[in-house]
């Protein structure tokens, strides 16, 4: 299986909005409501955003937001804050009853 | 509350067989849930390895199939990962995870398969392969 398509770096400025792509197929991305997207801080433990593409667990900002599309699912995040900035990643179930995680999105808040 | 907790040898030596332990605490494994393996090689992304049911059923990335088990043991609330054959390649970081599950008046459940919805994360461990 290959890894889902990100963008390797996406930036904004604060208070403006974002949005990260996760390209996968009809097997995984497109097949199923099932892309999850994790935020990764340097040297810490990848955090749960967003899950089943648009759902938010408990605790998480509703500035950050989730789609789909076709193949491609997106992660939205609005009134970018500094804490933002980090890396994220999409992941999505699969027609093999596996998972695929996208390569990453380096976010960068100017 | 849950809290994971990966342990296990630093170093490895190629060709060897790499194995971790992830012990859980605040929940017993036997109750349920599904749990991961996912690790990060330096400066890199995270690839899942495989995943595993309280019961014993696993799940493997395809790409590491023929080189992994993941076993639970509900008696000492821990689970396994051993992955054979190592090269330098399996160097990396890494992590056990809880995959999300849903609460109802009724108690809290696993969702029924995995999804790639990991709520709960160890706080990861290096492994370095080096003769």
């Known amino acids: 299986q290959s890894a889902l398509t990100q963008p390797a770096s996406v930036s904004g400025s604060p208070g403006r909005s974002i949005t990260i792509s996760c390209t996968g197929t009809n097997s995984d991305v497109g097949g199923y409501n099932y892309v999850s997207w994790h935020q990764q801080h340097p040297g810490k433990a990848p955090k749960l955003m967003i899950y089943d593409v648009s759902n938010r667990p408990s605790g998480v900002s509703n500035r950050f937001s989730g789609s789909k599309s076709g193949n491609t699912a997106s992660l939205t995040i609005s009134g970018l804050q500094a804490e933002d900035e980090a890396d994220y990643y999409c992941s999505s179930y699969t027609s093999s009853s596996t998972l695929v995680f996208g390569g990453g999105t380096k976010l960068t808040v100017l | 509350q849950v809290q994971l907790q990966e342990s296990g040898p630093g170093l490895v030596k190629p060709s060897e067989t790499l194995s971790l332990t992830c012990t859980v605490s605040?929940?017993?494994?036997?109750?349920?849930?599904?749990w991961g393996w996912i690790r990060q090689p330096p400066g890199k992304g995270l690839e899942w390895i495989g995943s595993i049911y309280h019961r014993g059923s696993t799940y493997y990335n395809p790409s590491l199939k023929s080189r992994v088990t993941i076993s639970v043991d509900t008696s000492k609330n821990q689970f396994s990962l051993k992955l054979s054959s190592v090269t330098a390649a399996d160097t990396a970081v890494y992590y056990c995870a809880r995959e999300l599950g849903y609460c109802s008046s009724a108690g809290c459940y696993d969702r029924g398969t995995i999804l790639g919805a990991f709520d709960i994360w160890g706080q990861g461990t290096m492994v370095t392969v080096s003769s």
């Open positions: 605040g929940y017993s494994i036997s109750s349920g849930y599904y």
